[in-house]
């Protein structure tokens, strides 16, 4: 029997992005003509099975979200996310919906409510919950989030890391702290991974004291205090501060403005995301920018065009401002 032709493989021969292949072959415009029909030959070639393109078009995705993330602190990186999707939709006349879950849920018939005919399932969510939702006969793309053999879309957050870690060692900075929330979240645990390969490069070796993640409590902000108590608690107190988003990075500030801690003279601070407030805040917050608009194309793309397992990372950005 002959392996089904993806259209990650049409991308790879013709030499463009697998959105390319999706617009080439449905049919939308983005494209000039030459590589349309160098994609459309490509397709032939291979074997590609056209009818595909009628027997599964999507009419309708829903958006899930972890109950989690539905809080003001996530939704300011969350809400232009769905933004996004909801346009490249709109472009393509797909209606979508907008489904918030939790563990206690009946998922499917949650789920089945909405009838649709794809998923994106955006942040964390439990192992558990994905099982469930994996065993439904839907195309799904897990967007800022990663589970082995699912199709994924995400940020460059392990290089991302890097960057931004390198960029404080070559301040001058030598205890650089990494505040987390939950190492449960894929895109945390990467971050994290990021920031210790760069200290590993540059062979500075810091204590796992300086690594510190917040108790589990009701409010994240109470939870990111106690933590920031412990690190400044320590004998030797870090001089930079890398916190797993803005969010937290911004809980950090107000923190050190309350104890008369001096940013960046005292701690340096950097945070991750680029939200809208980053800029606002004094002063203002060197980050990461994350292209959330193309995010959210790609990821409604990536279902339109039925692609199978694969994984694709988006570059960031650096931001340099006044508070490293």
Known sequence: MLKAVRVRDIAQKSGVSAGAVSRALNNRPGLSDETRQRVIQTAKELGYDFTRLQDSKIKKILFILHRQHNTANAMSFYSPLLLSVENACSERSIALSFLVIGPTDNISQQVLQHAPDALLCVGFIEPEILAEIRQMPLPLVLVDHAIPGMQSINPDNYQGSMLLTKHLIERGYQRIAF?????????????ERGYRQALFEAGMLMSPQYEVTAPSLTELTQSLEYALDELMALPEPPDALFCYNDSAAIVALNYCQSKGIRVPEDLAIVGFDDIELARHVTPALTTLAIDRATLGKRAVEMLVALSEGENELLPVKLIIRSSA
């Open 179 to 191: 505040l987390a929330s939950s190492l449960a979240h894929y895109s945390i645990r990467q971050r």
